[in-house]
């Protein structure tokens, strides 16, 4: 059987999806397993032992491309996240088997439906995600952590990044697009905080995340030894690797968090109130201490209008630094603070 798993959006989705190619590892041994991601986040998955092939798509791709993607053996294509054109493409390919939520408008492109809201945020996403092996007949058990593969030269290679910087070591990422985000000064003088108490650190993001980060930030202070800012130099694999190198990431509630956890290593994630960004479906599958503001949850940001604007900055830089230091002593488990 083959089985292709359709999650073409973050690098957090795509981590909290891997727990379905494990249990469909094991409860169907002989399958093959596909994934079709973005090209951005495919890299992630190399040399994964549950992740046969990958396919990539971008949502500027003709429908006979998205339809191509479907196609070559194909037997069932698993929905972790209902997009139409996606689900039109699979059906037009003729997929025998499409499993996808039955409450959107467009559900019956799919041949078997789950009948589950995740928007009750009753579960974790990696849970609603392993639910929907329920469509293929199988009976999905209790999520394990997700884990990725780097290998020897990976390692050796990304180390070079870390040289001349004491320990413990910790990765600080600013940027992220999901959440609302703690503000690059903040970030910049947590940097600061930890160097100056004896940290290694090293900034990460991408090119546009630097570009925003630099100009808010370092034309008001620059950065002191201990620092290294590595903002839109690494590839995705690259920042794997020196993840792995690391002790603790800080990041907000956004994919480098996602990426710690499975390459094990701790979290100290910032998480925003929204509703659709609670910790109870989104939370990184690691340990840690996930820091959240102590305001009221709210339905979506509506701006400098809300009673509670500052609920980020609440979240202080002497509060981040205290849990960097409490995670990097005792990371056993995942504790969640409301600050």
Known sequence: MNVLIVRPDGIGDVILSLPVASQLRQLVPAVRIGFLTSPIVAPILDRHPDVDYVRTMRWTDSSSVLRAAFTDGVDAAIFLKPFRRLMWAAFLARVPLRVATGFRWYSPLASRRIYEHRSDFLKHESEYNVEMLKGLGLSPGPVSRPALVLDGEERSAAAQYWTNLPTPRVVVHPGGLSAR????????????????????????????????????????????????????????????????????????????????????????????????????RWKPLGTGVLLRPDVPTCEKCIGDVCPFWDCLDRLTVDRVTAAVGHVAKTPARLTILHI
Do not use: C, K
């Open 181 to 280: 985000r703690w503000r690059p000064e903040n970030f910049r003088d947590l940097a600061v905080e930890l160097a100056q108490a004896g940290y290694g650190v090293v900034l990460t993001g991408d090119e546009t995340e630097r570009s925003t980060f630099e100009r808010d930030t370092l034309s008001q202070r620059s950065l002191p030894d201990g620092i290294r800012n590595l903002m839109g130099r690494l590839s995705v694999r690259e920042l794997m690797a020196v993840i792995a190198g690391a002790q603790v990431v800080v990041s907000g509630a956004t994919g480098p968090a996602h990426l710690a956890a499975a390459l094990g290593t701790a979290t100290v994630s910032l998480f925003d109130p929204r509703r659709n960004n609670l910790p109870a």
